[in-house]
């Protein structure tokens, strides 16, 4: 069963966002690098990361798959659109993002 594994802030000014996140969630990131500040909140995983050109500011959840390419296909079966490329982001983690009929950005996270 599939589950929700994070969700990622995209964000223009990664300083600022981590200065308003820092504030807000009352903890200190874990992991403060320019492409990833992730943070722990009562076991769940928050992240900013800088914009990319292929993705929109603002939030995505990503769900855990099994098989990030079955999940994709799965999805854009169902009438998901591809926003991102699936890529390798570290740590044995590959994502990916889609685009529901509404246009509302998924993420999918497949870790090894």
Known sequence: MNHVDNI???VRDLDAAKAVHTALL???PHTDKPYYVGF???GFEIAL???RSD????PVAHVRVADLDAA???VQKAGATL???PRDVGGG???ATVADPDGTVLGLVHRA
């Open 83 to 85: 926003v991102s490329e």
């Open 55 to 58: 993705e929109p500011v603002g």
């Open 26 to 28: 009352g903890v200190e």
């Open 93 to 95: 983690a590959r994502v």
């Open 40 to 42: 722990t909140v009562d």
């Open 8 to 10: 990622v802030y995209t």
């Open 72 to 74: 994709l296909a799965e």
């Open 49 to 51: 990361a800088p914009q």
